[in-house]
């Protein structure tokens, strides 16, 4: 069994940057590939960036490659994203999720998911 739990949402401005952390419990975090999806009311929740077990593989959806990076790290039990530029469009809760994905991009592949932290991005 692990236990996500969200930190470091906020309310930023557009071109702001933000760096989430998600803190994981359980000993076998570790061997699982970890994510962020992130969703707004009304809105399926959308896949954002995932890590693999090892953290020697990364993911991210098209529309944050280049300004959004995911990482972990196994001995501290965290998984970070850093957020850059963001814009008033990414407001949305964003969660975190661990599990054997294979298809990293799918939310059903991660049986492990925290509460969310909202981040809020005003124009």
């Known amino acids: 069994q692990v236990q996500l739990v969200e930190s470091g949402g906020g309310l930023v401005q557009t071109g702001d940057s933000l760096r989430l952390s998600c803190a994981a419990s359980?000993?076998?975090?570790?061997?699982?590939?970890a994510a962020w999806f992130r969703q707004t009311p009304g809105k399926e929740r959308e896949f954002v960036a995932a890590?693999?077990?090892?953290?020697?593989?990364?993911y991210y959806a098209d529309s944050v490659k280049g300004r959004f990076t995911i990482s972990r790290d196994n001995v501290k039990m965290e998984v970070h994203l850093e957020m850059n530029r963001l814009n008033s469009e990414e407001t949305a809760v964003y969660y975190c999720?661990?599990?054997?994905?294979?298809?990293?991009?799918?939310?059903?592949?991660?049986?492990?998911w925290g509460q969310g932290t909202q981040v809020t991005v005003a124009s």
């Open positions: 999720a661990a599990g054997t994905a294979l298809d990293y991009e799918l939310e059903t592949e991660y049986d492990y």
């Open positions: 359980g000993h076998s975090f570790s061997t699982y590939a």
């Open positions: 890590v693999s077990w090892s953290g020697g593989d990364t």
